[in-house]
């Protein structure tokens, strides 16, 4: 039984159907399948797929096939789709070996084409599940991670970590001395726009000299902190990622293992004490920073005096208040090392790898320092400090 399914005689590809005696499909391919042409329309497949002789196998002859290109690939990978869900064997032997190898690649993106094929709903499930998936997987490698860095102090502590002082010195140099310059601009502009905000308002019931309260309580307490950790997440956490994410992927870390030395206290530990040792530092002197700026407000706007304002702000800021931005700095000091590092460690082969890890790190560190700031203040104010 032999059938014509060219869709168009002006069409140079053509296929043929012919049902051999042991219930075989044969799929005779002939002319030039190029992309310009008109294609069998995929209905006519359906129709010999479905028909009364239903075969039992599906098999392509393409000895009079001259010239293909993709859209052969396609057409063939629509007729095995098809078989597939009809439980009928394919015969592939017929076809041409770069094409039969084309089509082994496609066989092996499954996500990729239950993502294109799907449903609207069942990509949005697709896509729901997977993110959560990745979630998942992320937070165990995280609290792996943590765990491995908490290993780390512990054998610190009994003398038995593999760190070089050396490294911890260069990396204590890389989050102080060098960080100044930018701290002290964020943190003298933070104290001058809540001096400004505070002043504005004040003045209407006469009492500007209580903006040395609000400048210093609130720098004191939290933002002092707060904008510390944030301009070291953008600063050093994304220098830690980059660092240990090209070391990573050029494969240094392996290295390390191999050698017997654990990456995470040559590498993790000289960071994150670096980092926790200096944050409560660079807060002290964010705070003083902070109050310079509202202190240049007050005098330039409101007219008061910096023996007044500096004397008002000692009565407002108590050592219980400077203490707890002292220990909030501390907490988020290893919240930005712990991220920078773990995305360093995360990262993939790539060409692109390290900058993703080094922004995925930087995203990390400012969530969970506004995140930790916010339960800070709840608990804080249920513990009335």
């Avoid at 032999?2 to 296929?15: D, L, P, T, W």
């Avoid at 309580?217 to 956490?237: L, Q």
């Avoid at 920078?340 to 460690?345: D, E, M």
Wanted: include cysteine; hydrophobic fraction near 50%; charged fraction near 15%.
């Amino acid at each position: 039984m032999s059938m014509q399914a060219s869709a168009s005689k002006a069409a140079r590809n053509e296929i043929r159907f012919d049902y051999r005696p042991d219930s075989t499909l044969m799929i005779e391919l002939t002319g030039s399948w190029r992309l310009g042409n008109e294609l069998p329309a995929p209905r006519e497949i359906e129709r010999q797929l479905e028909s009364d002789g239903r075969p039992r196998c599906v098999a392509f002859d393409a000895t009079n096939l001259r010239t293909w290109d993709t859209s052969l690939v396609a057409f063939v990978a629509r007729v095995v789709a098809s078989c597939a869900e009809r439980g009928i064997e394919i015969d592939r032997n017929g076809l041409p070996e770069g094409l039969k190898h084309l089509l082994k690649l496609a066989e092996n993106e499954p996500a990729h084409a239950v993502s294109e094929s799907g449903s609207g709903d069942r990509r949005v499930v697709y896509r729901v599940g997977k993110a959560a998936i990745e979630f998942a997987q992320s937070s165990l490698g995280l609290f792996n991670f943590t765990g491995l860095v908490v290993i780390a102090f512990a054998r610190l502590l009994s003398g038995r970590a593999r760190m070089r002082l050396s490294d911890l010195i260069v990396q204590v140099q890389g989050c102080s001395a060098q960080a100044l310059g930018i701290l002290s601009l964020i943190s003298f502009l933070v104290g001058t726009i809540l001096a400004f905000m505070g002043a504005v308002q004040l003045q209407q019931f006469g009492a500007a000299i209580y903006v040395a309260d609000l400048v210093g309580i609130g720098i004191a307490r939290d933002m002092g902190a707060m904008m510390t950790a944030i301009i070291m997440a953008g600063r050093t956490g994304a220098a830690y990622a980059a660092e240990l994410g090209s070391m990573k992927v050029s494969d240094e870390v392996d290295a390390l293992a191999t050698m017997g030395i654990s990456p995470v206290e040559f590498l993790v530990l000289p960071r994150v004490l670096a980092l926790v040792m200096m944050m409560p530092l660079l807060c002290l002197y964010a705070d003083f920073i902070g109050m310079l700026g509202g202190a240049a407000v007050a005098a330039g706007v409101l007219h008061i005096s910096f023996v007044s304002y500096f004397t008002r702000t000692a009565a407002a800021v108590t050592l219980t208040t400077l203490v707890g931005g002292l220990f909030k700095a501390t907490v988020y000091g290893v919240l930005v090392a712990i991220a920078g590092c773990w995305r360093g460690f995360e990262a993939q082969a790539g060409s692109s790898a390290v900058g993703e890890v080094t922004t995925a790190a930087v995203v990390d560190a400012i969530i969970w320092v506004v995140t930790a700031c916010g339960l800070f203040a709840v608990v804080f104010n249920l513990l009335h400090l």
